[in-house]
């Protein structure tokens, strides 16, 4: 433990000082460095492992990180032909994941004025290089694609050899990308400070396969708090140390992040800016398993002690925090749109006199309402040139998730698809009793709620409903 720590303190203090030295050159450098992809058209939701469907629970694309701060900034609006994208450096390295699907998905480095392609034009012969001349040809860590065995849980597989074997085969992966990066670095074929960080990555990784969380002097390695594997290594640190337990649910079970926020918060083992991403990360999923007043307490504890401002900001943005008073209020229905401007049923009511209403209450997370989008976006195409308003309400309490989901609907143009801003507390949710969705409503043209349970869009009395208000 002691040689490892040395190894490892020598680490950090390495790149402090780099870094010092390089400060007054850094002034005179691009402050930017540029990545181009070409055909990066990443599988969006699902794909098919062997007889088992697994989710990639990751749809930020392109990620771009400077390790020493704790939010990434994302890209995923690309072409899927030629994409360039301009990196501003917050730091003198950056690094990119590009994340194509579960099974590849691979981290680049950058300095200030390198230029980066990578072509996916053929998966299993992905090109990756520099277009700069002053690379060196362990600069870049190629892609392994990863077997597919290793992401399937281990109460479905049928073959257990297979997945032992698998996971050897993944540890032998990683043995011998550690001894290559450790051989290139002797002789002088990698440039050293991207050796530094990936060898850090490297220790968290195996310290983590290794269930190796008794030594506290890791939890104050602040400088590196953006690396991937240094979050998971305090997140699952602190699972251990806490003993937070899963809580059983209708939907399956999750952490008890209330209990996970509460430990960290009274604990002073953590490094100012670990312990901010800790209970950041925490609030972050409470939302999908706690009470509203759970998050918000605890929100307000935060937000009084957290040093990275970076991180308020961000969970205040998302969960639209700043319209706290307008989610107590009972008598008034309030929506934002994608700006986040307030509109109410009440003006949306009046503008549209004399047109019909077909209201759609849908969420992002909500599958059976997705699957009926194309009906209704065919149904409104029927209708466009007819007295009629779609207006999409979304209960996400997500404003990010509403955002991609709107986005991928084809909504985002759409000036009547909106966000709830007081769903459930609101009178009008009571009164409808709108627990589930999709639910759907209609009004006639005096503005009046005639069906509080309308057809459904893919429905052929829908038509006879609309037809029959248009008339009145």
Not at 323 to 329: G, Q, R, Y
Not at 392 to 413: T, V
Request: with cysteine; hydrophobic share 35%; glycine share 2%.
């Amino acid at each position: 433990m002691n040689n490892l720590f040395s190894f490892f303190f020598i680490l950090f203090i390495f790149i402090s000082c780099a870094e010092n030295k390089r400060e007054i050159k850094e002034n005179t450098r691009p402050l930017y460095s540029v990545l181009i992809l070409n055909n990066f058209s990443p599988e969006r939701e699902t794909e098919v492992l062997e007889k088992h469907i697994y989710a990639l629970n990751k749809p930020n694309f392109v990620e771009i990180i400077d390790y020493k701060n704790s939010l990434a900034n994302y890209k995923n609006n690309l072409s899927g032909k030629v994409d360039t994208i301009r990196i501003k450096h917050t730091n003198n390295i950056m690094l990119v994941n590009l994340n194509f699907s579960a099974l590849i998905q691979n981290t680049y480095y950058l300095k200030r004025g390198d230029t980066i392609v990578v072509d996916y034009t053929n998966l299993e012969d992905i090109k990756e290089y520099y277009k700069n001349s002053n690379t060196l040809v362990g600069d870049i860590q190629k892609t392994n694609i990863k077997d597919s065995i290793l992401f399937i849980p281990d109460f479905m597989i049928e073959n257990v050899a297979l997945k032992i074997k698998a996971i050897k085969k993944d540890s032998l992966n990683y043995i011998l990308a550690a001894e290559r990066l450790d051989s290139l670095y002797r002789n002088n074929l990698i440039f050293e400070p991207f050796y530094k960080i990936i060898k850090i990555k490297f220790l968290y990784s195996q310290k983590i396969k290794s269930n190796d969380f008794d030594d506290n002097i890791f939890l104050k390695n602040d400088s590196i708090i953006g690396l991937e594997e240094y979050q998971s290594y305090i997140v699952n640190q602190a699972f251990k140390k806490f003993n937070i337990t899963n809580i059983k649910s209708n939907n399956g079970s999750f952490p008890n992040y209330k209990t996970a926020f509460d430990s960290v918060y009274q604990s002073d083992i953590y490094g100012e800016k670990a312990k901010d991403y800790l209970l950041f990360y925490y609030l972050d999923r409470m939302t999908e398993s706690f009470s509203y007043n759970d998050f918000r307490d605890r929100f307000n504890n935060f937000k009084q002690t957290a040093k990275d401002t970076t991180l308020v900001a961000f969970l205040e943005d998302k969960y639209l925090l700043n319209f706290t008073d307008l989610k107590k209020e009972t008598q008034e229905i309030y929506f934002i749109n994608s700006q986040k401007q307030k509109q109410t049923l009440s003006q949306i009511l009046e503008e549209n006199k004399g047109k019909v209403i077909y209201i759609d209450f849908w969420a992002s997370w909500c599958a059976p309402c997705r699957a009926l989008m194309p009906a209704s976006r065919e149904l409104h195409k029927q209708y466009k040139d007819k007295d009629v308003v779609f207006l999409y309400l979304s209960i996400d309490n997500d404003f990010e998730k509403w955002q991609k989901a709107n986005r991928d609907e084809g909504l985002s143009q759409n000036r009547f698809s909106l966000l709830t801003v007081n769903y459930p507390n609101a009178d009008f949710y009571k009164e409808l009793n709108l627990r589930s969705i999709p639910r759907y409503l209609l009004y006639d043209k005096q503005g009046n709620l005639v069906h509080k349970n309308a057809p459904s869009p893919d429905s052929d009395i829908i038509k006879q409903e609309l037809d029959k208000l248009l008339k009145n």
